[in-house]
């Protein structure tokens, strides 16, 4: 959806967002959220907001080079 306030130029594209917890299943995860049923169907980011380690090396790492 656009959103546009009335302080910017021109609208800008925003998401509806969500939180819940990541919890095991076997070898991997699910979401722990529940979601309104208008959005059942979408496309849908999944985005990881804690530090991930791993990640924080590699981009540390490739800036040092």
């Known amino acids: ?3 546009r306030k009335k302080s910017w130029r021109k609208p800008r594209r925003m998401y ?10 076997g070898n991997s ?3 722990d ?3 309104p049923n ?4 979408k ?7 804690d ?3 791993e ?3 590699l981009f540390s790492s490739a800036q040092k080079a």
């Not at 509806?16 to 299943?25: L, N, Q």
């Not at 208008?38 to 169907?41: F, L, R, S, V």
């Not at 496309?43 to 907001?49: E, H, N, Q, S, Y």
């Open 43 to 49: 496309l849908a980011f999944l985005t990881v907001i």
């Open 1 to 3: 959806m656009k959103i």
């Open 16 to 25: 509806p967002t969500f939180s819940g917890v990541i919890k095991a299943i």
């Open 51 to 53: 530090d991930d380690e």
């Open 55 to 57: 990640i924080e090396e």
């Open 29 to 31: 995860g699910t979401l």
């Open 38 to 41: 208008e959005y059942i169907g």
């Open 33 to 35: 959220v529940s979601i």
